[in-house]
């Protein structure tokens, strides 16, 4: 199989807020942003070539933390 490569990048953030009674929440956040990938569709078993596939995605992840002091 045909190594293609692929191109991947990340962007990440996140905020957090603490009141003065001991509570705090975080919330951050990761976005998986053009993702691209070639294979072969199969083999090739005679002298033509393959036809090679693009698959694109993307992603979200979100987090948040909720905590109290007690």
Do not use: C
Not at 2 to 14: E, H, I, P
Not at 24 to 36: P, S
């Amino acid at each position: 199989e045909k190594n293609f490569g692929s191109d991947l990048q990340y962007v990440s953030g996140g905020l957090g807020f603490r009141s003065g009674k001991g509570t705090f929440i975080d919330l951050a956040f990761q976005k998986r942003l053009n993702t691209n990938e070639n294979y072969s569709l199969y083999e090739d078993y005679t002298n033509h070539a393959a036809p090679v596939a693009t698959q694109e995605s993307s992603g979200w992840k979100i987090l948040m933390t909720l905590g109290f002091r007690f």
